[in-house]
């Protein structure tokens, strides 16, 4: 039987999960686990990685480093700008 870890569907179902719960989460954090999990599912799903024989080990370090660079270029795409402050002029429970 094949690994869970090594089927390709089995990750494009993991960036599912996670774009879910960052419906739920707003931080970005999990749109760039869910960003890395479709790299890995798609890597998988198109045998760019069976040429290696990528382990456990292999496929987690390229979600990792996709996860990472996506959560960056998220950040500065759609995070929040330099010199924007939010100024609360009048406290709500006066």
């Known amino acids: 039987m094949t690994a869970l870890w090594s089927i390709w569907w089995a990750w494009i179902v ?6 879910f ?3 739920f989460v707003p931080a970005f ?5 869910a960003v890395g999990a479709v790299v890995v599912g ?6 760019a990685l069976g040429w290696i024989g990528a382990g456990l080990p292999a ?5 990792a480093v996709s996860s990472v660079a996506a959560a960056v270029g998220l950040r500065s795409v759609i995070g929040v ?9 009048r406290d709500i429970n006066e």
Do not use: S, T
């Not at 954090?29 to 686990?33: A, E, P």
């Not at 798609?42 to 045998?47: E, Q, R, S, W």
């Not at 700008?81 to 002029?89: C, L, N, S």
């Open 21 to 23: 719960i960052e419906v």
């Open 81 to 89: 700008r330099r010199g924007q402050v939010r100024i609360v002029e």
């Open 42 to 47: 798609v890597a998988l799903g198109f045998g």
């Open 59 to 63: 496929l987690l370090l390229l979600f």
């Open 29 to 33: 954090v999990f749109l760039g686990m």
């Open 14 to 19: 993991a960036a599912l999960i996670f774009a």
